[in-house]
């Protein structure tokens, strides 16, 4: 199903390499209404091994979903700091809203963390100020940087942030920033593996990555539906990813 959607899953990925979405909403994201079995449905088959489900200003959905997918789960979040959006990646405790960017550099470090710059410099979108990566890239706050994203359509952003990295060293990543189940794997990373446990060992392994992927950014076909509340939201007995 996705590989029809994304025909670069079609290829095979090398023995000891690994595919991995680093940009990914749930149902527990405010924007977004993907819920679990959606996931598992479109995941099931597919040639994706991690997603980062890195939800807006929370990590329940991927403490939730981490273990339950047919595939690993990096647990993270995009966290809305005072100068715009940042990714912890690796995360054990939620960042708290709103914080200062060097603040949230600092929790997601203390956590074994990865900071992420999601779609740096997409004027579309509430992308951390430019003069905020470049400081915080200066003094070595960053870690890696989104090059595609595959919401952005505008091909100059995805260059200038490629730009970023190379000049400061930075890891490249890739992400679909799906918000609706077919986006997975629009842009993702194809990298050597990893243990799930350490971001810094997925940071290591990251810098050896190839960043894959197309621009997609399709709207979810309309029709009435339900999407369970996160609330109270739980697995039915018996029910699994497999
Ligand atoms: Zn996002």
Redesign the pocket.
């Known amino acids: 199903m996705l590989e029809q959607e994304h025909p670069h899953l079609a290829r095979p990925v090398p023995q000891g390499r690994v595919r991995v979405d680093m ?1 990914t ?1 749930t149902m527990w994201s405010g924007d977004c209404t993907t819920t679990p079995e959606e996931i598992v449905e479109v995941l099931s088959g597919a040639a994706i091994d991690v997603v980062c489900i ?1 939800d807006h200003n929370t990590i329940s959905g991927a403490l939730a979903l981490r273990d339950r997918l047919p595939c690993r789960v990096v647990v993270g979040q ?1 966290v809305k700091t005072s100068h715009g959006e940042m990714i912890g990646l690796f995360l054990t405790e939620r960042l708290p809203h709103g914080i200062k960017p060097a603040e949230a550099v600092e929790r997601i470090r203390d956590q074994g963390g990865v900071v992420y710059i ?1 779609h740096p410099y997409d004027p579309m979108r509430s992308c951390l100020r430019a003069e905020v990566i470049e400081e915080l890239a200066q003094s070595g706050g960053i870690d890696a940087i989104e090059v595609i994203n595959a919401k952005t359509s505008l091909a100059h952003l995805q260059a200038r942030a490629a730009e970023t990295a190379s000049r400061f060293c930075l890891a490249a990543g890739a992400g679909s ?1 799906a918000h609706v189940p077919l986006a997975y794997g629009a842009a993702c990373v194809e990298m050597d593996d990893f243990d799930d446990g350490d971001g810094g060992g997925f940071l290591a392994a990251l810098r050896s990555g190839e960043p894959v992927g197309h621009h997609w950014d399709r709207a979810r076909p309309w029709k009435a539906r339900i999407v369970p509340s996160t609330a109270d939201f739980q697995w039915s007995p018996g029910e699994s990813a497999g």
């Open positions: 940009h909403h890195t995009e999601p920033d």
